[in-house]
């Protein structure tokens, strides 16, 4: 059973920068494509970012392009997400995601979810 655990959360004030991790086990890490989403309170889950399986290719929202960076490490079987500029509207549950098929900004994709971590960002 593959499991995901998010971490490096918490709170920052905005204009600041934070790197959540997401350490993968139970499974061939570099078989997923991964993805980070989020939500807000009151919001729908949103997809943020998403990296291919070699990391060669990656994707992001509109709203975090040229702020956030998604990155993995396939031999500590870990993803991280860097995120700089940091926003109050970035405040939401940030949840990390892997995919055997495709990698895309579906979450329908996505066959596994971490438990989330908050991120807020204060103004």
């Known amino acids: 059973q593959v499991q995901l655990v998010e971490s490096g959360g918490g709170l920052v004030q905005a204009g600041g920068s934070q790197r959540l991790s997401c350490a993968a086990s139970g499974g061939t890490f570099s078989s997923f494509a991964m993805g980070w989403f989020r939500q807000a309170p009151g919001k729908e889950r949103e997809f943020v970012a998403a990296i291919s399986w070699s990391g060669g290719s990656t994707y992001y929202t509109d709203s975090v392009k040229g702020r956030f960076t998604i990155s993995r490490d396939n031999a500590k079987n870990t993803m991280y997400l860097q995120m700089n500029s940091l926003k109050p509207e970035d405040t939401a549950v940030y949840y990390c995601?892997?995919?055997?098929?495709?990698?895309?900004?579906?979450?329908?994709?996505?066959?596994?979810w971490g438990q989330g971590t908050q991120v807020t960002v204060s103004s």
């Open positions: 995601a892997a995919g055997v098929v495709a990698v895309g900004r579906g979450s329908d994709l996505y066959d596994y």
